[in-house]
């Protein structure tokens, strides 16, 4: 099983980046798909999550209107789309992969998760 992230970078304030999460080793239909996040110093939190057949989303509130969380089966990957960023979304960002919807923010739940891209915003 592996997931793998990749996209991340050094951006300026207000610049964009698209985050790639591209999964092997299981059945990705059959899991919901979430982005977290990790600053220095800080726990991880939950970004944005989709389910399993791309229906249900859920993004906070810091990042809603402009981030976007989307998923493509055939490609085996999930994709997270940052606009607008801040200075504050400077962090490591990693993708999990778990079983049921009530469990997105429960950590200890998920079944797998990427080793992170590191995204920095600053001038």
Known sequence: VQLVESGGGLVQPGGSLRLSCEV??????????TWFRQAPGKERELVAAIGNLGVSM???????????????????????????????????????????????????NYDYWGLGTQVTVSS
């Not at 092997?24 to 798909?33: C, E």
């Not at 859920?58 to 809603?64: A, K, L, M, N, Y």
């Open 58 to 108: 859920r993004h906070v509130d810091s990042v809603r209107g402009r981030f976007t969380i989307s998923r493509d089966t055939a490609k085996k990957t999930v994709y997270l789309q940052m606009n607008s960023l801040k200075p504050e979304d400077t962090a490591v960002y990693y993708c999990g992969a778990v079983k049921k919807w009530s469990d997105i923010v429960t950590m200890k």
């Open 24 to 33: 092997s080793g299981f059945t990705l239909s059959s899991y919901h798909m």
